[in-house]
């Protein structure tokens, strides 16, 4: 056995670059013809899709509040309770509550997102578009013509602006801003995922006007809200065009916002290089949060691509990532679902990566966007459960509002549930105790409050929902309601208890701590089958193939069941697994494969974890990485071979891959807990483990050679060693305990850090992983 020494170690490659590489950039040979194949651009306000429609360059313009927010139509009558839905489901009588509150989501065109509007640009003599590259780690896309012409293109990273510069042009051209079509002679038959066209919003058509090097359009939409695009362009030498363009957006009884004209001026004079500077400063400190490399390029190729989408769906001051994020659909319709905020899976999922990933402050947008909300969502838990607190509708506009649907899961009880687990984990990441006293005890004692006064003791004790449901099981039949808990209504239940004395204890509140404690003894177990198997509800296994694994909910994301508590909680993980493999995907989406790699990494199955994610980038991903639902390839993944774009399976799988680097919900780090055997050459460099604390790790030759953990905020973790000797390579303000069952306590001081390498191992080859670029 070869040991190697520390100045060995301390001359092995870091084979994890700060910021992502050539590989795994977006490069075509032609443009896009779709616009969901296009090149996407976005900063979480403002985004832009770079494709060709016929034979003209196009700029899809998107703003995340684009929003016709009027009241669902029909949806607020006097039957709209809790209480008159329980009421019907033990009559069975249940085609009212359908034609009441779901069918007007069908029926009506708003309220929903709407897209913004389009730049052309004639390029017809310019021969073909033989080079498109989106350059991830600068969010630069280039465009080059077979006669010479360049274009570089760049949504701002903070500002609510796009840039355009073409290189090699000689002659003049105009850009066309193209409006949506809001005025039409015929209308489509309602559906929720084709959408429906623009004109049944019945908007009088917007205005556009030129004046020299500008244009302007004015849209006014419903109820007093209206938007602006502006573009502007200059010649700024012989061969050089550079332009702006933005959007802004004007809600009634609102602040008022600049305009898009004033901010296009105002960019105008500074030039596409001086923006650039400040853009390109912004996304490099964006990539140097954290970083991977695995040894399967389709997967590392997909990672970067999804948290480059991740970063450009998300910043504080904007809405958070809705449906189709910055990217609305650019077809002339009412994008799929509405474009709207579905929280019984889709929000939720896209914000699963920001925590390990070391992205906390693109996931407070999320937050802020539901604390922002929290007055709205109070009159709707008054209004239709009657209850105290906080619940959030499950389908909602941009301010929170319900919008009905398949009721079972937009008006579920447990929806704020779900939602507070994001709160507990931007606590548990950060370790910001004034985050924890001032936003994230709050809500969990709103929802908590909410659920106590909406449950009652059953005939065995136990404390219960009147009718309960599970995302989106029978869909929206009567038989979607269950008259006993869900394992998905349970397992939300008993986290918001158990996590609302955990956070009560960190405050000293111990009152209150003792009151969720014995809330949360009032639940019964989790609904099993004779083989140990997770199912939907007492007496209702899973029987069959299901997009959502609602049923699973107490392995993850909650971590109510997990592998580390031993042998019974095991046989439970593996045995509900099996059955989901068994029963097959016919029913799947592509977010049920980036969901499935998550569970199966907490089961440390990394062969599993790998697979489906394989399958997710494989076959349900467009060419520019979207992930637009369906198996893409026919290849028997999914029966569901439709392709409307969604995010969240994009950042699921981010977070995925991230789960199988590392793990730390259960109270200790562990390092690549579920990575297949075949993976021989791995690292990650700063991903981010509950505590605060950031790690960083690399394996060689198919063994863990080296760990780093710096402490954010100081405090105690444990470390479960992935070697049995190792050797301190440098270490501060870090107090090292005892290794009791291969698991050592760290006690650190703020800013404190350990590092340590194996000195036990077979090593043959140091040889450098060269850098591409």
């Known amino acids: 056995m070869k040991i190697l020494t520390t100045?060995?170690?301390?001359?092995?490659?870091?084979?994890?670059?700060?910021?992502?590489?050539?590989?795994?950039?977006?490069?075509?040979?032609?443009?896009?013809?779709?616009?969901?194949?296009?090149?996407p651009l976005g900063n979480g306000m403002v985004g832009a899709l770079v494709w060709q429609k016929g034979d003209k360059l196009r700029f899809s313009l998107d703003r995340s509040d684009l929003w016709d927010q009027r009241p669902m139509k029909g949806l607020h009558r006097k039957e709209f309770s809790y209480q008159w839905v329980y009421e019907q489901v033990k009559k069975n009588d249940y085609k009212i509550v359908q034609d009441y509150f779901d069918a007007p989501y069908d029926r009506e065109a708003a309220p929903t997102k709407i897209p913004g509007g389009a730049l052309e640009f004639n390029t017809g003599n310019w021969g073909e578009a033989n080079y498109v590259?989106?350059?991830?780690?600068?969010?630069?896309?280039?465009?080059?013509?077979s006669n010479g012409v360049v274009l570089k293109t760049f949504v701002h990273a903070t500002k609510p602006l796009g840039w355009f510069r073409f290189e090699n042009v000689t002659t003049d051209f105009v850009p066309e801003l193209i409006a949506p079509k809001y005025q039409l002679d015929k209308t489509v038959n309602p559906d929720s995922v084709k959408s429906n066209d623009l004109s049944r919003l019945g908007y009088k058509q917007g205005v556009i006007k030129r004046n020299g090097n500008n244009i302007t359009y004015h849209q006014e939409g419903w109820g007093g809200f209206a938007y602006n695009i502006s573009v502007s362009w200059k010649r700024v030498n012989k061969n050089t065009i550079e332009g702006v363009w933005s959007i802004s957006s004007q809600f009634p009884i609102k602040k008022e916002n600049v305009t898009s004209s004033s901010i296009v001026k105002n960019a105008l004079l500074r030039s596409f290089i001086f923006d650039y500077q400040s853009h390109a400063a912004w996304w490099k400190?964006?990539?140097?949060?954290?970083?991977?490399?695995?040894?399967?390029?389709?997967?590392?190729?997909?990672?970067y691509r999804d948290q480059y989408k991740f970063g450009a769906s998300t910043r504080r001051g904007a809405p958070p990532i809705l449906l189709q994020g910055v990217w609305t659909a650019d077809n002339g319709r009412i994008p799929p679902w509405k474009g709207d905020y579905h929280h019984d899976l889709n929000t939720q999922l896209s914000y699963w990566p920001a925590y390990s990933g070391n992205h906390l402050d693109e996931a407070l947008a999320y937050l802020d966007h539901l604390d922002e909300n929290k007055k709205n969502y109070k009159r709707y838990t008054k209004l239709y459960f009657g209850s105290n607190g906080i619940a959030v509708p499950g389908v909602t506009t941009m301010d929170g509002t319900e919008m009905g649907g398949w009721i079972q899961y937009a008006l579920s009880p447990t929806v704020s549930a779900w939602l507070a687990h994001h709160y507990y984990l931007q606590w548990k990441y950060s370790k910001d105790k004034a985050f924890l006293k001032d936003r994230a005890y709050p809500w969990f004692k709103e929802v908590a409050a909410h659920l106590e006064g909406i449950t009652y003791k059953n005939e065995k004790g136990f404390l219960q929902l009147p009718i309960s449901s599970s995302p989106e099981i029978n869909n929206n039949r009567i038989d979607a309601w269950f008259l006993q808990n869900t394992n998905y209504d349970l397992a939300l239940m008993k986290f918001v208890f158990k996590a609302a004395a955990e956070l009560a204890n960190e405050l000293n509140l111990k009152s209150d701590a003792a009151h969720w404690n014995k809330m949360l003894s009032q639940f019964d177990d989790f609904a099993l089958s004779g083989n140990n198997e997770l199912m939907y509800a007492p007496g209702y296994p899973y029987a069959e193939s299901h997009r959502h694994f609602s049923h699973a909910m107490a392995i993850h994301p909650l971590g109510l069941i997990k592998w580390e508590d031993g042998e019974k909680s095991q046989a439970i993980i593996k045995n509900t697994l099996s059955l989901i493999d068994k029963l097959g995907p016919d029913n799947w989406n592509g977010y049920s494969y980036s969901w499935l790699s998550n569970i199966k990494a907490r089961a440390k199955d990394g062969e599993g974890a790998a697979k489906a994610l394989e399958i997710f980038a494989k076959a349900f991903c467009s060419v520019n990485s979207f992930h637009i639902n369906g198996d893409q390839t026919k290849s028997g993944y999914s029966?569901?071979?439709?392709?409307?774009?969604?995010?969240?399976?994009n950042f699921a799988f981010a977070a995925g891959l991230q789960e199988m680097l590392l793990q730390s919900y259960a109270g200790f780090i562990e390092i690549m807990p579920a990575v297949p055997a075949s993976w021989q050459n791995i690292s990650f460099n700063q991903l981010r483990a509950e505590g605060a604390f950031l790690v960083s790790a690399e394996k060689v030759g198919g063994k863990v050679v080296k760990v780093k953990v710096v402490s954010e905020k100081g405090g105690k973790t444990g470390l479960k060693l992935p070697f049995k000797k190792w050797k301190l390579i440098t270490g501060k303000g870090v107090k090292v305990g005892k290794d009791v069952n291969g698991i050592i306590n760290l006690t650190f001081e703020p800013g404190g850090h350990w590092e340590i390498v194996n000195i036990d191992m077979s090593y043959t080859s140091n040889k450098k992983i060269s850098n591409p670029r």
């Open 7 to 39: 100045s060995i170690y301390l001359f092995l490659s870091i084979i994890t670059w700060a910021q992502p590489q050539l590989r795994h950039d977006l490069h075509f040979t032609r443009l896009a013809s779709a616009w969901d194949e296009a090149i």
């Open 133 to 145: 590259y989106l350059y991830l780690d600068k969010a630069l896309s280039e465009v080059r013509w």
């Open 285 to 303: 400190n964006f990539w140097n949060k954290s970083s991977l490399h695995v040894p399967d390029t389709l997967l590392e190729n997909q990672w």
């Open 639 to 649: 029966k569901r071979t439709y392709r409307p774009f969604t995010l969240e399976g």
